[in-house]
Structure formats: structure tokens, C-alpha cells
């Protein structure tokens, strides 16, 4: 059973920056697809970006230039770095593992609003 734990969320003003850590239960990294979605109020959960096991990342074109995955195999940690965030990147973050052979697994979420 893989847990994952997300940190990092909180209210930032628009043009702001935040860090979202996802911490592993284990060194699963080498196993999985890692990945950010985020839901906001009313839509259905989305990609926002994911990192594969050898470092290949991939971002939604809403993202793009402005966040960045990365993770520290050591630490069993992924983060997502954003910038220059808007209004419309308000929702709750999930951290996602995914492998076909291993299953599909969700963090709990964290909660980003970016406001004035």
C-alpha cells in the first residue's frame, strides 16, 4: 500500500509563488509515474503535470513556463514548483502514483488559493 502526503498549500496572492512537497511511503519513485492534479470548486480533477521514473516530465498546457515537477528520489519527495500563479490555478492538489502493474494511488490533497 503506497501513502502519499502533500504540504505546501495556503492562500498566495496572484503573481505569487508556492511550493507543494509530496512526501512517499517508501522509495517507490522507481515504480511509478508520479503526478500533480488539481480539482477546483465545481470541475471535474485534472492533469497538471508528472514526472516519470526516469525523470521524463510532461505539464498541462495551463501550466506550462510557470510550474515545474521535480523529486528527490533520497527524501522519497516530489514537489511542484509554481509561479506566477492566477486565480484560476485555485484548487485542491493531489499527488498521484500510478503503474500499471502496481496500481493507482491519491494523497489526501492540498489546497491552494491564490486571492487578493
Known amino acids: 500500500q503506497v501513502q502519499l502526503v502533500e504540504s505546501g498549500g495556503g492562500l498566495v496572492q496572484p503573481g505569487g509563488s508556492l511550493r507543494l512537497s509530496c512526501v512517499a511511503s517508501?522509495?517507490?519513485?522507481?515504480?511509478?509515474?508520479m503526478g500533480w492534479y488539481r480539482q477546483a470548486p465545481g470541475k471535474q480533477r485534472e492533469v497538471v503535470a508528472w514526472?516519470?521514473?526516469?525523470?521524463?516530465?510532461n505539464y498541462a498546457d495551463s501550466v506550462k513556463g510557470r510550474f515545474t515537477v521535480s523529486k528527490d528520489n533520497a527524501k522519497n519527495t516530489m514537489y511542484l514548483s509554481m509561479n506566477s500563479l492566477k486565480p484560476e490555478d485555485t484548487a485542491v492538489y493531489y499527488c498521484n502514483a500510478f503503474s500499471v502493474a502496481m496500481g493507482n494511488y491519491w494523497g489526501t490533497g492540498t489546497l491552494v488559493t491564490v486571492s487578493s
Open positions: 514526472i516519470t521514473s526516469g525523470g521524463y516530465t
Open positions: 517508501g522509495s517507490i519513485f522507481s515504480l511509478y509515474r
